[in-house]
T-cell receptor
Framework: AQSVAQPEDQVNVAEGNPLTVKCTYSVSGNPYLFWYVQYPNRGLQFLLKYITGDNLVKGSYGFEAEFNKSQTSFHLKKPSALVSDSALYFCAVRDGRNTGKLIFGQGTTLQVKP | DGGITQSPKYLFRKEGQNVTLSCEQNLNHDAMYWYRQDPGQGLRLIYYSQIVNDFQKGDIAEGYSVSREKKESFPLTVTSAQKNPTAFYLC?????????FGPGTRLTVT
């Protein structure tokens, strides 16, 4: 069965420092991977996706993610964090049965301190 | 959140009452989804619909019902059979790989 794990409940970084939010996955076949961000009491916003091609995917707001097949990981990164990046981040994988369904990780809270 | 509306933003109900959450999209998307979000548990899929007049149960469908009579609308009814209905409910739609989310409805049942 497809699954996604985000091993950290919370990540704390100082403004201006690089940030990484971790995600590992388990799928049969080729993975379709996504990152979403959620601000308090709001819906989720799409950040980026990996379907195929270059392992480094660039997305919205300066975020990027690195797909690593051997480690079954899809970590979210940003070279220089902003206080406004503080939010809840979700990694997701598409259900392999071509239904369009997404399976979400439990979420990681990113706290960027000034 | 553009293109998908959920109403109301906050909803309060007494235990034992059914309640219907609205979800409307003007994106002309075929597929629509309902998720439930609880702290520390991520999003769990309740129901989804890939086309009008058709829908399937997700992972936690018990105590919920849906309809898809129109392409743009996918209302969710939380019935009295749902044992723990207090949660944040998110609706989404998609065409292709990405899902687009509404702003959510926070339901509190007391």
């Amino acid at each position: 069965a497809q699954s996604v794990a985000q091993p950290e409940d919370q990540v704390n970084v100082a403004e201006g420092n690089p940030l990484t939010v971790k995600c590992t996955y388990s799928v049969s076949g080729n993975p379709y991977l996504f990152w979403y961000v959620q601000y308090p009491n709001r819906g989720l916003q799409f950040l980026l996706k990996y379907i195929t091609g270059d392992n480094l995917v660039k997305g919205s707001y300066g975020f990027e993610a690195e797909f690593n097949k051997s480690q079954t990981s899809f970590h979210l990164k940003k070279p220089s964090a902003l206080v406004s990046d503080s939010a809840l981040y979700f990694c997701a994988v598409r259900d392999g049965r071509n239904t369009g369904k997404l399976i979400f990780g439990q979420g990681t809270t990113l706290q960027v301190k000034p | 959140d553009g293109g998908i509306t959920q109403s109301p933003k906050y909803l309060f109900r007494k235990e034992g009452q059914n309640v219907t959450l609205s979800c409307e999209q003007n994106l002309n998307h075929d597929a629509m989804y309902w998720y439930r979000q609880d702290p520390g548990q991520g999003l769990r899929l309740i129901y989804y619909s890939q086309i009008v007049n058709d829908f399937q149960k997700g992972d936690i469908a018990e105590g919920y019902s849906v309809s898809r009579e129109k392409k743009e609308s996918f209302p969710l009814t939380v019935t009295s059979a749902q044992k723990n209905p207090t949660a944040f409910y998110l609706c989404a739609s998609s065409i292709g790989d990405e899902q687009y989310f509404g702003p959510g409805t926070r339901l509190t049942v007391t």
